[in-house]
């Protein structure tokens, strides 16, 4: 063995002596890693693809109400590459945002389409996301309740959108939520509601107990019978009557794990649209218990510093659970079994920024944020990001302190 054999040979024994001595040092949460690239390169989730609707002769769509038919629509990647999704027909969406001066969009193809890589279907929603300095709110919190085990979260993709070949600025292209077996795989006459102050759908009702606004968003009106809308609103009653009188049998009727981890999710990001409510969508097969989620609506005051304690368990439902020992005890382990999910979604969101950093230049020069709603309007894109991140973190370990420590 010649001398530099024996050196590097002595160096390596010296090494796991020290290892050996020093049982912290092989610890692997204190391995610095690479942060991951989100997701493989060869998805399309990795670039913004610019997607062009023309409707010959409308200027605007104006109304959520009425669709405007007949549009051509399709994409095209960097490369000059056009993928064809057929025609499409289109209309306004939103509440609040619908007065935002950047519009947000419902699409309805003739021809169920795959898209960007998400399963085929006809529906979709191109989400303006205006008040969204980061443009990431609703990517990050989905990819968190992925993170969390949900049944479905809906899938998204940015692209450019071009209307009757004008720019109109940077959207997050995602799945609508719909009963179908790649998104709410539930029969056809199963229901989803949508508990938003709103109120505004054609069969809606109030709840006995805790007066939320219930709105049937699936079967649509002309496929519901008044048997199937009485049969639903007597379930969710009954629900609520064994919630508002302690009855630890409301497990029977209501799933507990996607209960706690749709909960857990709006805290971990700091959304507090239960409160009034808004944007709470659950759903019940025509047998079976009554699901929480998919979660929605997250590019309006989330991702921001200094939020203390639960932001929503003590609401509504999650109070009145709140003597609950089992609800107690299942919280605490799915946030132990997940909190280590959500170690790098830091790198995450640092690598989604990448991806739409330009794509977002361009988009504020075209739509500059004219009113604060998030904190962040008057920060640059990156400083937003960084406060993203920050607040993420810190808001994950408060979180982390508040459920050992109170339970």
């Given at each position: 063995m010649n001398s530099f054999c024996r050196f590097i040979t002595a160096a390596v024994f010296i090494g796991l002596a020290a290892i050996a001595c020093n049982p912290a040092q092989i610890d692997p949460s204190q391995e610095e890693r690479p942060a991951p690239d989100f997701p493989d390169k060869s998805n399309p989730n990795n670039i913004v693809t610019a997607l062009y609707i023309n409707a010959p002769g409308v200027k605007e769509i104006s109304s959520k109400e009425e669709w405007t038919t007949g549009a051509e629509i399709y994409l095209m990647d960097d490369k000059g590459t056009r993928t064809n999704?057929?025609?499409?027909?289109?209309?306004?969406?939103?509440?609040?945002?619908?007065?935002f001066p950047k519009h947000s969009y419902n699409l309805k193809l003739e021809v169920k389409q795959a898209v960007l890589g998400m399963p085929a279907s006809k529906r979709w929603c191109l989400l303006a996301q205006w008040m969204d300095r980061t443009n990431l709110r609703n990517d990050v919190a989905f990819e968190v309740s992925r993170r969390f085990g949900m049944a479905w979260t809906p899938r998204g993709r940015f692209v450019k959108l071009y209307f009757n070949g004008d720019y109109r600025g940077l959207y997050y292209l995602v799945e609508k939520v719909k009963i179908a077996k790649n998104r709410i795989n539930i029969s056809d006459d199963g229901f989803i509601i949508d508990m938003d102050s709103n109120f505004d759908e054609a069969y809606k009702f109030r709840s006995e107990y805790f007066k939320m606004p219930v709105n049937i968003k699936e079967p649509d009106e002309d496929v519901i019978t008044k048997e199937m809308f009485d049969n639903f609103k007597n379930y969710f009653n009954e629900l609520e009557k064994r919630i508002y009188n302690k009855?630890?049998?409301?497990?029977?009727?209501?799933?507990?794990?996607?209960?706690?981890?749709?909960?857990?999710?709006?805290?971990?990001?700091?959304?507090?649209?239960?409160?009034?409510?808004?944007?709470?969508?659950?759903?019940?097969?025509?047998?079976?218990?009554?699901?929480?989620?998919?979660?929605?609506?997250?590019?309006w005051g989330t991702f921001v510093p200094n939020q203390k304690g639960f932001i929503i368990i003590w609401q509504h439902w999650y109070e009145a659970v709140s003597y609950d020992k089992t609800f107690y005890k299942r919280?605490?382990?799915?946030?132990?079994?997940?909190?280590?999910?959500?170690?790098?979604?830091?790198?995450?969101?640092?690598?989604?920024?990448?991806?739409?950093?330009?794509a977002t230049a361009d988009d504020d020069k075209l739509w500059p944020i004219t009113q604060d709603e998030n904190g962040d309007e008057h920060l640059s894109f990156d400083e937003a990001i960084e406060r993203m991140k920050e607040s993420f973190n810190a808001r994950v370990q408060a979180l982390d302190d508040y459920i050992y420590n109170y339970y």
């Open positions: 999704l057929g025609v499409t027909s289109i209309k306004r969406r939103g509440n609040s945002s619908f007065y009855d630890a049998s409301y497990t029977e009727m209501l799933d507990l794990d996607s209960f706690i981890k749709w909960a857990l999710i709006q805290e971990v990001v700091g959304n507090a649209e239960y409160k009034h409510p808004k944007s709470v969508i659950m759903y019940k097969d025509v047998t079976g218990k009554l699901y929480s989620g998919p979660t929605w609506d997250h590019d919280l605490k382990e799915i946030w132990q079994e997940v909190k280590p999910e959500l170690a790098d979604i830091d790198a995450y969101i640092t690598a989604r920024a990448k991806v739409i950093r330009k």
